[in-house]
Nanobody
């Protein structure tokens, strides 16, 4: 059983930065693409960013390009999301997820089979 644990969320003013981390259990972390999603109250889960198993391929939601950066440290079984210049509309619960075996970077939640519990990101004006 794979467990994903997110951390790093919190309260930040608009324009500020946060760095989210997601640490996975198990020995095969480096075999899988990873993704970050977010979900605001009353809204559907939204793709934010994804990274290939080796880190060479990344893809982002258009509205976060240039502000967010996804990265990973396979030696530490951890994927990161650096969020800069945060906006009110970025406020949500952020969840990390592991892509299904053999999948590359994907945007659909159904392409991921393990999910963390999420970490809250609150942006104040």
């Amino acid at each position: 059983q794979v467990q994903l644990v997110e951390s790093g969320g919190g309260l930040v003013q608009a324009g500020g930065s946060l760095r989210l981390s997601c640490t996975a259990s198990g020995r095969t972390f480096s075999d899988y693409a990873m993704g970050w999603f977010r979900q605001a109250p009353g809204k559907e889960r939204e793709f934010v960013a994804a990274i290939s198993w080796g880190g060479g391929t990344k893809t982002y939601l258009d509205s976060v390009k240039g502000r967010f950066t996804i990265s990973r440290d396979n030696a530490k079984n951890t994927v990161f999301l650096q969020m800069n210049n945060l906006k009110i509309e970025d406020m949500a619960v952020y969840l990390c997820a592991r892509a299904r075996q053999g999948y590359g970077v994907r945007r659909a939640p159904t392409d991921y089979d393990y999910w963390g519990q999420g970490t809250q990101v609150t942006v104040s004006s």
